[in-house]
């Protein structure tokens, strides 16, 4: 995405993300007990992309799409995101897929939805990338505010989930405060319509 | 016939105003103490079995039949192929008076391999056809717990757990999906 990065660790460029698909027209409804909720999570929009890691050493994020298959009249907010990224710079094949990104417009945790489709995306794409000897598993992020500033929404935290590890975490703070997460449960899968998920 | 055409003009016109607008909002009870049951923790029974004969309840009909309603917009020719009823999966859990209907889309219904994100939602439906809880994906689930009780640990945003990323084949995932191998197993709860 143009103006967007590069950037040398996966958590800076995750960082940079946040902020850059809250801002987008309806990309959160505020809070709940807000006047204007409901009109607000109506008029809701999801937007995702995809952050990759580059032939250069660099983590990337694809152009940001609202396409969904869904007709505007369907309540669901959905968002349909390409299986590979177009990047002319790099030869077709070369980009390592990490991070499925979206936003909530609220506070929602990962949906079944987001849990079939990353596992979906990870049987064509690879489970763990090395980058410089480092493992980074494949996992989808969605990212949510809590501010009823719709212009300027801060980023409060993201719902992740790892399916290498079956990880489902809440992400919340800031660089001021520092990162904290909570590791809410584990999915495991037995094949593709059936998984059990713990919660802690 | 002037006037019949002005009719189904008009009609038309109507017609399209309806469909540029918002659903209109159906009435739901939101009972926030019933929790949904885990749609996909057991193989369902499919219905698309040749040769056997399957009976379903006018309640459960009723059920679907309200539930793609209330998700899904008119059906008609325009409508997009996502939210077409044809485009659906539906799964249906019965608990007593209580009908649990989850609808997610198909993709391959529409051509495509992957499903989109947050391309669900559940219900729960009473018997007699009223929509005591929705539950749209993306949306926050007011029966569950907050998350605020589960401890939380300093760590890289976006990161796995320092213990959790092992050598060797994930137990989360069957075999099958991380190489050529026989499935294993998942590990028991």
């Known amino acids: 995405m143009p103006g967007f990065g590069p950037f040398g660790t996966f958590s800076d460029a995750l960082m940079a993300a946040c902020p850059v698909i809250l801002s987008k027209p309806h990309a959160t409804a505020g809070r709940k007990g807000a006047q204007d909720f409901d009109v607000r999570w109506r008029v809701s929009k999801e937007y995702c992309a995809w952050l990759y890691y580059t032939p250069a050493g660099k983590y990337e994020m694809s152009m940001l799409t609202d396409q969904s298959a869904l007709d505007d009249l369907d309540r669901r907010k959905s968002c349909l995101l390409p299986e590979t990224v177009n990047d002319a710079r790099f030869p077709p094949g070369s980009l390592k897929y990490v991070f499925a990104l979206h936003n909530h417009p609220y506070d929602g945790h990962l949906s079944d939805g987001d849990l079939r489709m990353i596992v979906s995306m990870g049987r064509v794409h690879e489970w763990v990338t090395e980058v410089g000897g480092k493992k980074v598993p494949l996992s989808i992020v969605a990212f949510f505010s809590n501010s009823d500033d719709l212009e300027h929404p801060s980023c409060d935290g993201f719902f992740q989930y790892i399916p290498v590890t079956g990880e489902l975490k809440k992400w919340t703070g800031g660089v001021r405060s520092g990162w904290r997460q909570q590791v809410l449960g584990t999915v495991t899968w037995q094949d593709e319509t059936h998984y059990r998920i713990d919660e802690k | ?189």
Request: proline residues 12%; contains cysteine.
């Open chain 2, 1 to 189: 016939m002037k006037r019949t055409h002005s009719i189904l003009a008009s009609a038309l016109v109507l017609t399209g105003c309806l469909r540029a607008s918002a659903p209109p909002p159906t009435k739901v009870e939101e009972d926030a103490s019933i929790a949904f049951p885990a749609f996909f923790s057991q193989p369902a029974v499919s219905l698309g079995t040749e040769g056997t004969v399957y009976e379903l309840d006018g309640d459960t009909l009723r059920a679907l039949t309200v539930a793609a309603r209330d998700l899904l917009p008119p059906q008609d020719p325009h409508v997009s192929c996502g939210s077409r009823w044809e485009s659906q999966q539906y799964r249906v859990v019965r608990q007593g008076d209580l009908i649990f209907i989850r609808i997610d889309e198909d993709p391959k219904a529409c051509g495509r391999t992957h499903p989109a994100l947050d391309s669900g939602a559940s219900y729960a439906i009473h018997r007699d056809g009223r929509i005591l809880r929705r539950l749209v994906d993306g949306q926050p689930d007011v029966a569950k717990p907050e998350d605020a009780g589960v401890p939380s640990t300093p760590g890289e945003p976006g990161s796995a757990s320092p213990d959790a990323l092992n050598d060797g084949p994930s137990p989360f995932l069957p075999r099958s999906w991380q190489d050529a191998g026989s499935p294993a197993p998942a590990p028991l709860p």
